[in-house]
């Protein structure tokens, strides 16, 4: 069942192993701007990186920092392998930033803002905990789900659970939450987000395509 969160209860499953985190002072541990976070695994064109004001080009085996500016041009895609194994791949004409990366005993939780294009978020459901939280222009989308994809289309944003138990979409005009894989919430320029609704194999697959890199 999908439906607009009524009460705090939905967060349990979220906040219950964060809380203990948080109690206890740990979300300060965030991993310096210093340390490595990630590394590129696949590229296709020239995806670039802002770094200490310097642009650099992106290809397989460059390594990602804390604070990284990623940019995809329209020709150009990126796939990244984070430290907790969560894959990021990033479509054409995207805009990137991983503002801060935490790492705690039990899980990590990943801040960034997302402004254009589209990104896909996959993780094993098998390893450690991953808290991704990504603020855009029209709403910001709390995931803890193993499958996500995320994308601006026609000027909305759109945001879709292909697998795993839960994303949070809100904004100030609202807040739903996904509770079923293969259901989508679209956000228009203005509003709230929308009631979730079915995704078909056509539209999912479409959807990935756009992420999807050409594997030599």
Known sequence: MTEPLPNQDRFRHITAWLLPLILSGCMNNAIPVSTEIGVVTASEGFPSVIRNNQSYILDKESRIFAKDVIDTDEQAKLQIRMIDNT?????????????????????????????????????????????????????????????????????????????????????????????????????????????????????????IAKTKLEQP
């Open 87 to 207: 894959i990021f791949s990033i479509g054409h004409g995207s805009h990137f930033v991983l503002h801060r990366y935490w790492k705690m005993p039990e899980a990590f939780r990943l801040e960034g803002t997302f402004t254009k294009g589209t990104i896909r978020a996959i993780r094993d459901a098998q390893e450690i905990e991953v808290e991704i939280i990504f603020t855009t222009p029209l709403a910001t989308i709390r995931s803890l789900s193993e499958d996500f994809w995320a994308g601006f289309v026609d000027r909305n944003f759109e945001v879709a659970l292909i697998k795993g138990s839960s994303i949070i979409v809100r904004n100030r005009s609202g807040v739903r939450e996904i509770l079923e894989p293969k259901h989508g919430i679209k956000v228009n320029i203005g509003s709230g987000p929308q009631e979730p609704i079915p995704w078909n194999e056509f539209r999912i697959n479409a959807a």
